[in-house]
Structure formats: C-alpha cells, structure tokens
C-alpha cells in the first residue's frame, strides 16, 4: 500500500537553531511531494512543493526541503528557527490524481 | 487562506440529524476536495470535484454527500448515517485533478463539527 511516514510526532527546537521534520515515503513511480502548515484551528498554508529538478526547493518562511530519490525522502528544513514556526506540518506525496498525506508533525520552538 | 471561504466555523448537531458546511471559492479553480481530519491522523479524502456537476467518492464517503452545480461552491452534506462525524473539515480547491497534474491544493480555514 502507499504510504507516507513522518517518524517524529513532535520536535522540539530551540530559537535559533536550525530545523529539520522528517518525511519519507512509499509510492510507485515519481511523486510530486508537498509541504503543508497548519496553526491551531486553522486550515493548511501551502509551503512548497518539489517537482522535478533540483533537488533543493526553497519555499515560503524560509523553509527548504531536500529530496532524496533513493531513501524516498523529502525532508523540511530552515537554518534559524523562529517561535512563531510553532505549528503542525504536513507531508503529502501526489503518485496519480489523489494526495497521500502523513499524519503530521508537531513543531514547537522554544524561546 | 486565500480565496476559500467555509462556514460556519463551529457547528453543532445533534444525532440524526443531517448538517451541510459551506464551501466557496474565487479562485476560478475547476477542482475541489473535501478532508476530514482527526487528532494524530492525516487528512483523509472525502469527495473530490473536477469540474461542475460531477464528483467522486474518496477513501471514507460514507454517510457523506455532495452537489457541485456551481464551479464556486461545492457544500458537503454530513448524514445521520456517519457514526464518527465529530471532526474538523477542509475544503480545498486547485486548478485541475488531471493525472499528471502539478497543481497545488489551496485550503479553506476549515469547519469544527461536534456532535452532541
């Protein structure tokens, strides 16, 4: 079956110190592989999506994202987390017509 | 959030009862999509539309239903025959659902649905 995994239900960062929240995932053929945010009773913010290409995308916030075709890995990243980063985070693959999502992350940065 | 709009934030039904939660969007998109997500859980596919007056189940659209007769609203009906209907749901549209399609989904802010 496909699948995506996000390993971690919470990191935890220090202000300042640079982020990572893990995806990786189980589909046939090439995806297309999404980043989501979500605060609190809120719906989900787009952050960035990898295509083809490079595989280093830049998105929004200041978040970047690395995929790894052979560890089927497409991890979130940014150099300096900020308090206000604290949110939920979502990973969802697209192999066909229909999105695959993970179960989320919780973030939480810490002053 | 852009320009998906649902309402209403918070509704409250009671068992047996039927409930519809708006969705509209400005955003001339063909597509629009139905989640429910649940605490610890990604978001699971209720409904999707491609295009005006034609719509697909997703993975859990039992005791759900759907109309598209506008390209702008596409309202999501919870039935009395949804056992679990205390969720949050999402309403996302994007341009097309085609197979080879890059587009990326657009999220409403959502509808907290709480049965009493």
């Known amino acids: 079956a496909q699948s995506v995994a996000q390993p971690e239900d919470q990191v935890n960062v220090a202000e300042g110190n640079p982020l990572t929240v893990k995806c990786t995932y189980s589909?046939?053929?090439?995806?297309?592989l999404f980043w989501y945010v979500q605060y609190p009773n809120r719906g989900l913010q787009f952050l960035l999506k990898?295509?083809?290409?490079d595989n280093l995308v830049k998105g929004s916030y200041g978040f970047e994202a690395e995929f790894n075709k052979s560890q089927t890995s497409f991890h979130l990243k940014k150099p300096s987390a900020l308090v206000s980063d604290s949110a939920l985070y979502f990973c969802?693959?697209?192999?066909?017509?229909?999105?695959?999502w993970g179960a989320g992350t919780k973030l939480i940065i810490k002053p | 959030d852009g320009g998906i709009t649902q309402s209403p934030k918070y509704l409250f039904r009671k068992e047996g009862q039927n409930v519809t939660l708006s969705c509209e969007q400005n955003?001339?998109?063909?597509?629009m999509y139905w989640y429910r997500q649940d605490p610890g859980q990604g978001l699971r596919l209720i409904y999707y539309?491609?295009?005006?007056?034609?719509?697909q189940k997703g993975d859990i659209a039992e005791g759900y239903s759907v109309s598209r007769e506008k390209k702008e609203s596409f309202p999501l009906t919870v039935t009395s025959a949804q056992k679990n209907p205390t969720a949050f749901y999402l309403c996302?549209?994007?341009?097309?659902?085609?197979?080879?399609?890059?587009?990326?989904?657009?999220f409403g802010p959502g509808t907290r649905l709480t049965v009493l």
């Open positions: 996302a549209s994007s341009i097309g659902t085609g197979a080879t399609s890059t587009d990326t989904q657009y």
């Open positions: 955003l001339n998109h063909d597509a």
């Open positions: 539309s491609q295009i005006v007056n034609d719509f």
């Open positions: 589909v046939s053929g090439n995806p297309y």
């Open positions: 990898y295509i083809t290409g």
């Open positions: 969802a693959v697209r192999p066909n017509y229909q999105l695959i």
